[in-house]
């Protein structure tokens, strides 16, 4: 075996231990342990099918309909059964068969997942009245379970679990807590009722995201790479970039954003990326922990992407409750600037070791010409997509439902004509990383495999696209037919290329066959780790739902900060990268959203701070997927520098510090959301993502001490004030100017009347704490409608009634927007009114874009200074 097979090897087995299952038995054991793993993937396409009911109406038999009813229940039990066959229960445990006690954890999972199906209908007709039997089974469930998260992502998520566990039996015990969250305890029958029998906990939104979306999304992803379209992602990269300065890095960090928005994994998307590009990195000249590095940092930002952004983007969906396609236009912005930014720091790292790129088959490529190509794919495919919208909205009238026919024949015309023109080519094929690397030729790189885009754009146009008369799908729906899209490719590209060629088709339809198989197995595989966190990641959402324990997470850090906003958001950014580390990406998001978030829009808004919900979401988010980069556990860099035969630890510093500028972004559209594109025009839209762009490019050379030329200290000091005055010219306008205008009493509920629609007002609510009793601030705000802000208030449910020069608040009204906020904080049935304190009205002020003046003005200084000493061209 070779050093570069070995180096390769061992990434891949780190994979396994942390994503897939290190086991691997033999004989009728494995064949059953493939039979499950199939038998999974086929059960998620048929729920997400109209199968079922489609069956039940034509044969009467309602059990078809029921299995999509109980998915949940059926789905942990597959994870479970999958996660003990997979994961050896420790070191030592075999891994060439499966031991006795493992098959009696598999007979637990099963009675105890099982059990929630077949008693279903007296289980509902018993809420909260759970009998021995029920309780039996709850315990059991949730030791398999947790023993299970143990075996496939480690200690921490059980740890985490287990802490919550334990608070919920014995937190009331605590007078602080219970004079903090007005919960004494619970029994053992209650809280394992709450977390097993009932959708609160176990059972809830997580893992029925994972049920009905996640699933897709990952099998999607592995039928993709199984087919090759992994492999062309990495070679178009490759071929687009390999020949300018360092650019193999410059690939891998393109090839890892591909692969990555489809990706439920950093760990896994760092090995199959980091196979190629790594090695190659290394033989221009990056050292072994800055190749590793770059991979990993563009690995973990991968799952930052949108559409998919590693299925979290789903849950925000649920927890945001806001439509999908909010929440990628929200991520948009950051994510593609993080990513261009990388581009520049592996160029400068290129510029400063004075490296070159690959040699190129043909011409080379300039940056220019490769700008201008990356545009015309781009507006090619808006145009595309226009008129594909345009023929459906003029045949969706005449048609109806069957105008979707039409688009299915045009893609299946475009489908078979782009297997035609690739059958032109050779087959793309997987490169050893041990032979000369040469970046191959662009053109039949891209057209020899850009058939595996098509099932792309089906995913995206359902997801994304709409016109007038044409709604959009749902993400699960979207996900189940891209993917049968690309079962569809998986099974027919090999024998069409084989027919357009004359050769003959026998073998390629069994490889055709075969790849759809091990796509179904690697599919089941990857979704062992998040099946199972998401199921315990719910332990930590029915605690919360139960106990309100986020509250004294809250407390906690809200005393630590003293209240202090950037302590605040210090300390939420730490604890975020410490319950990150070991989870997947989804439950990732759920342990740090369930506990971080509530934190910050509650200490935000006492400070004066009204941060959208997206906005602290996107913070926690994060953060949390930067810990798969950050020592001590950062499993990324582990797998990186298995490859790269680099020091872990170093691997992992050296992407943290790539990783700086995805880390500053959160702290920026926390006080700047025009970042996020929220209430933000088109024509807006471009100004803040050109000036965003160099802001972010000007840190990024900054904190790498090297921008035309090696950069003395002041002028990165400079270069910080600069990105600083860019990404933030709001907060030197609020210095010389208050951004409101402050009214009191009913004065301010006059001024607010003559606000236009949609105007923000923002109110200071005053009054005496729920539990201590103690005067406590926060700020709400409202959108003004219609001229009438009295309306606008009652429509959300907050009733103010004047009193002298007060204005006082009523309780809001139960279910609505403030109930929750309000109601539970403040005591409105006290000696001590709570009231409106303040209205605070936006004023009219010059544009914050001013500063942009000063700060190019300064730019412009950097460069004619550093230009005189630059040594080499800029690209």
Same mark, same amino acid.
């Given at each position: 075996m070779t050093d570069q097979t070995a180096q390769s090897s061992a990434a891949h087995d780190i994979v396994a231990e942390a994503d897939t299952g290190a086991r691997n038995p033999g004989g009728w054991q494995a064949r059953l342990f493939i039979g499950i793993c199939i038998v999974w993937s086929l059960f998620?396409?048929?729920?997400?099918?109209?199968?079922?009911?489609? &069956?039940?109406?034509? @044969?009467?038999?309602?059990?078809?309909?029921?299995?999509?009813?109980?998915?949940?229940?059926?789905?942990?039990?597959?994870?479970?059964?999958?996660?003990?066959?997979?994961?050896?229960?420790?070191?030592?445990?075999?891994?060439?068969?499966?031991? *006795?006690?493992? *098959?009696?954890?598999?007979?637990?999972?099963?009675?105890? @997942?099982?059990? &929630?199906?077949?008693?279903?209908?007296?289980?509902?007709?018993?809420?909260?009245?759970?009998?021995?039997?029920?309780?039996?089974?709850?315990?059991?469930?949730?030791?398999?379970?947790?023993?299970?998260?143990?075996?496939? &992502?480690?200690?921490?998520? +059980?740890?985490?679990?287990?802490?919550?566990?334990?608070?919920?039996?014995?937190?009331? $015990?605590?007078?602080?807590?219970?004079?903090?969250?007005?919960?004494?305890?619970?029994?053992?029958?209650?809280?394992?009722?709450?977390?097993?029998?009932?959708?609160?906990?176990?059972?809830?939104?997580?893992? %029925?995201?994972?049920?009905?979306?996640? $699933?897709?999304?990952? #099998?999607?992803?592995a039928l993709l790479d199984r087919a090759g379209g992994g492999n062309w992602f990495i070679k178009v990269a490759i071929a687009l970039l390999g020949a300018l300065r360092g650019g193999p890095a410059k690939a891998a960090v393109l090839s890892s954003m591909m692969t990555g928005m489809i990706s439920g994994s950093s760990i896994a998307n760092t090995v199959t990326t980091g196979t190629f590009t790594i090695p190659l990195m290394k033989r221009i000249g990056f050292p072994a922990e800055k190749a590793g590095a770059v991979e990993v940092a563009s690995s973990t930002n991968g799952q930052l992407t949108p559409p998919v952004m590693g299925a979290a983007a789903f849950l925000m969906v649920e927890y945001v409750n806001i439509p999908y396609i909010d929440v990628v236009k929200h991520a948009f912005l950051p994510a593609v600037i993080s990513y261009i930014a990388l581009l520049y720091i592996v160029h400068l790292e290129s510029l400063k070791m004075g490296l070159q790129g690959l040699e190129k088959e043909g011409r080379k490529i300039g940056v220019l010409r490769i700008v201008l190509l990356m545009l015309t794919g781009f507006l090619g495919l808006a145009a595309i997509t226009f008129l594909v919208a345009m023929l459906r909205s003029a045949l969706d009238p005449i048609l109806g439902d069957g105008s979707v026919y039409i688009s299915v024949l045009l893609l299946g015309v475009a489908y078979i004509a782009l297997v035609w023109v690739a059958a032109r080519y050779p087959d793309i094929e997987v490169d050893d990383p041990e032979s000369q690397p040469v970046a191959p030729r662009l053109t039949p790189t891209l057209i020899g495999g850009l058939y595996f885009a098509l099932p792309i754009f089906v995913l995206v146009w359902n997801l994304m696209v709409s016109t007038d008369t044409l709604d959009r799908l749902s993400p699960a729906l979207s996900a189940f037919w891209a993917t049968i899209a690309m079962i569809f490719?998986?099974?027919?590209?090999?024998?069409?290329?084989?027919?357009?060629?004359?050769?003959?088709?026998?073998?390629?339809?069994?490889? %055709?066959?075969?790849?759809?198989?091990?796509?179904?197995?690697?599919?089941?595989?990857?979704?062992?780790?998040?099946? +199972?966190?998401?199921?315990?990641?719910?332990?930590?959402?029915?605690?919360?739902?139960?106990?309100?324990?986020?509250?004294?997470?809250?407390?906690?850090?809200?005393?630590?900060?003293?209240?202090?906003?950037?302590?605040?958001?210090?300390?939420?950014?730490?604890?975020? #990268?410490?319950?990150?580390?070991?989870?997947?990406?989804?439950?990732? $998001?759920?342990?740090?959203?369930s506990l971080m978030a509530p934190v910050i829009v509650s200490v935000g808004a006492q400070a004066?701070? +009204?941060?959208?919900?997206?906005?602290?979401?996107?913070?926690?988010?994060?953060?949390?997927? #930067?810990?798969?980069?950050?020592?001590?556990? %950062?499993?990324?860099?582990?797998?990186?520098?298995?490859?790269?035969?680099?020091?872990?630890?170093?691997?992992?510093?050296?992407?943290?510090? $790539?990783?700086?500028?995805?880390?500053?972004?959160?702290?920026?559209?926390?006080?700047?959301?025009?970042?996020?594109?929220?209430?933000?025009?088109?024509?807006?839209?471009? &100004?803040?993502f050109c000036v965003s762009l160099v802001a972010m490019l000007l840190f990024a050379a900054a904190t790498q001490g090297y921008f035309f030329a090696k950069s003395r200290i002041w002028e990165s000091a400079v270069l910080l004030l600069i990105a600083f005055m860019l990404f933030r010219p709001g907060f030197f306008l609020d210095q010389i100017d208050d951004p409101y205008v402050h009214y009191t009493g009913p004065a301010g509920l006059e001024a607010a009347s003559e606000l236009e629609d949609g105007a923000p007002i923002r109110m200071v609510v005053t009054g005496p704490d729920f539990d201590s009793g103690k005067e406590r601030s926060t700020t709400i705000l409202v959108r003004a409608a219609g001229g009438d802000a009295e309306a606008a208030l009652l429509d959300k449910g907050l009733m103010l009634l004047p009193e002298g020069d007060q204005m006082l608040l009523e309780e809001p009204m139960f279910g609505t927007q403030f109930f929750d906020k309000l109601a539970n904080n403040y005591d409105f049935y006290g000696d001590t009114p709570v009231i409106i304190e303040q209205f605070e009205l936006e004023r009219d002020r010059i544009p914050k874009e001013i500063f942009f003046i000063p700060a190019f003005f300064l730019l412009a200084g950097i460069v004619l200074i550093q230009r005189r000493r630059a040594t080499q061209p800029a690209f």
């Open positions: 998620q396409l048929y729920i997400a099918s109209r199968l079922p009911g489609m &069956l039940a109406q034509s @044969t009467g038999i309602s059990f078809f309909a029921h299995l999509v009813t109980q998915a949940r229940f059926i789905h942990l039990a597959f994870a479970l059964t999958l996660a003990t066959l997979a994961f050896p229960l420790y070191k030592g445990a075999p891994t060439d068969r499966i031991p *006795w006690y493992d *098959w009696v954890l598999v007979a637990l999972a099963l009675v105890s @997942t099982l059990y &929630l199906i077949v008693f279903r209908i007296e289980i509902a007709g018993r809420p909260g009245l759970w009998t021995p039997a029920d309780i039996t089974i709850s315990a059991i469930g949730l030791i398999v379970l947790l023993i299970s998260v143990y075996r496939s &992502l480690g200690l921490p998520l +059980v740890v985490i679990a287990s802490i919550f566990i334990l608070f919920t039996f014995f937190g009331g $015990y605590s007078a602080w807590v219970r004079n903090l969250t007005n919960f004494g305890g619970a029994s053992l029958s209650k809280a394992l009722g709450h977390y097993w029998m009932q959708t609160e906990g176990v059972f809830g939104v997580a893992l %029925g995201v994972s049920t009905t979306m996640i $699933y897709l999304f990952v #099998l999607f992803g490719i998986s099974l027919t590209h090999r024998p069409l290329k084989a027919i357009f060629r004359g050769q003959t088709v026998g073998n390629e339809l069994v490889e %055709g066959f075969g790849d759809f198989i091990q796509g179904l197995i690697a599919g089941a595989r990857n979704m062992i780790g998040i099946g +199972v966190a998401t199921g315990a990641a719910g332990l930590i959402v029915g605690t919360i739902s139960l106990t309100g324990a986020h509250q004294v997470i809250g407390q906690v850090i809200e005393t630590v900060s003293g209240g202090n906003l950037m302590v605040l958001l210090f300390l939420v950014a730490v604890l975020s #990268l410490i319950l990150g580390m070991g989870l997947p990406t989804t439950a990732n $998001y759920i342990v740090v959203s004066g701070l +009204v941060v959208p919900l997206i906005a602290v979401h996107m913070f926690v988010f994060y953060f949390g997927i #930067l810990a798969d980069d950050t020592p001590p556990v %950062g499993l990324a860099a582990y797998a990186a520098a298995a490859i790269s035969r680099g020091d872990p630890i170093m691997t992992g510093v050296q992407g943290f510090m $790539y990783d700086i500028r995805t880390a500053l972004l959160p702290f920026l559209f926390i006080f700047n959301t025009d970042l996020l594109l929220i209430n933000v025009g088109f024509f807006h839209a471009i &100004l803040v």
